[in-house]
Nanobody
Framework: VQLQASGGGLVQAGGYLRLSCTTS????????MGWFRQAPGKELEFVAV????????DYADSVKGRFTISRDNAKKMMFLQMNNLETEDTAVYYC????????????????????WGQGTEVTVSS
């Protein structure tokens, strides 16, 4: 599967953005999907995950209550609604996918995914 993230941009603190991850290939509904981000000078970090069915999702503590992950299996797309953005959210955001059945806890780690998009940059100004 090929992934492409989009929707990033420059926004003021307190603003919002909606990231999208479009996919190609078959059987999108077989993939657990995740969002990760990498801030300048920092390591890649987990942001959110959604199970293949869409019934289960989870978030990093730093974004809980502000970000919402969702997916549309019919359109083969995943989304990240980001509200009340903070300067600390500035990063390149990546979407990731994997279909191998594993313990869901592995989806919180970048090593839990085989497929990655190219990233979309989010800059939050104060």
């Amino acid at each position: 599967v090929q992934l492409q993230a989009s929707g990033g941009g420059l926004v003021q603190a307190g603003g919002y953005l909606r990231l999208s991850c479009t996919t190609s290939g078959r059987a999108f509904s077989r993939y657990d999907m995740g969002w990760f981000r990498q801030a300048p000078g920092k390591e890649l970090e987990f942001v959110a995950v959604i199970a293949r069915s869409g019934s289960t999702s989870d978030y990093a503590d730093s974004v809980k209550g502000r970000f919402t992950i969702s997916r549309d299996n019919a359109k083969k797309m995943m989304f990240l609604q980001m509200n009340n953005l903070e300067t600390e959210d500035t990063a390149v955001y990546y979407c990731a996918a994997d279909s191998v059945p594993v313990d869901f806890s592995l989806r919180y780690d970048p090593d839990g995914y085989d497929y990655w998009g190219q990233g979309t940059e989010v800059t939050v100004s104060s």
